[in-house]
C-alpha cells in the first residue's frame, strides 16, 4: 500500500527519535519486566535494532541469529532496551537480523513481543 507523501512524512518523525524515544521498559504481565512502545507502530515499521557486544555462549540477554546466506550463527548480549522483550505465543513484532520490526499493529502502551522460536 502507497503512503501519501503526507503520512510518510508523519511516520518519518514519529520513528525518527532514538530508541528511547520510541520504546521503554515496565512491569509486564508476561513476565517481570518487558519492552513497551512509547508510541505507536503499524506493520513493516522499524522499532529498533538489539545492540550489544558479541558472544560466543549463551546466557541472559543473549540474541542468537542464523544467517542462512552465510550460514553464520551470530549473537549479542544485550545492551539496550530491546533486551527486555518478552516471549509471546501471539507475538507483534520480528527480527530482521538484530533489527526489529513490528509485525502488526502496536499500540502506544502495549507490550512488544517475539516469539523466541521464530528468531533467524
Keep these: 500500500m ?3 507523501s503526507s503520512l510518510k512524512d508523519v511516520t518519518s518523525a514519529r520513528l525518527s527519535g532514538g530508541l528511547l524515544d520510541r520504546v521503554c521498559k ?3 504481565a508476561i513476565h517481570g519486566f518487558g519492552c513497551f512502545a512509547r508510541v505507536g507502530f503499524d506493520a ?20 542468537w541469529i542464523y544467517d542462512a546466506v ?10 539496550n532496551l530491546l533486551r527486555w522483550l518478552n516471549h509471546s505465543d501471539a ?3 520480528q527480527f530482521d537480523q538484530f533489527d526489529l ?20
Excluded at 557486544?53 to 546466557?59: A, H, K, Y
Excluded at 552465510?70 to 545492551?79: I, P
Aim: glycine share 14%; no cysteine.
Design 26 to 28: 515496565a512491569r509486564s
Design 44 to 63: 513493516g515499521d522499524f522499532i529498533g535494532t538489539y545492540e550489544g557486544s558479541e558472544v560466543e555462549e549463551d546466557g541472559t540477554y543473549v540474541l
Design 101 to 120: 520490526y513490528a509485525s502488526r499493529t502496536i499500540a502506544p502502551g502495549e507490550e512488544i513481543t517475539i516469539d523466541y522460536s521464530g528468531i533467524s
Design 2 to 4: 502507497e503512503r501519501s
Design 91 to 93: 507475538p507483534n513484532a
Design 70 to 79: 552465510g550460514d553464520v550463527l551470530s549473537a549479542r548480549r544485550g545492551s
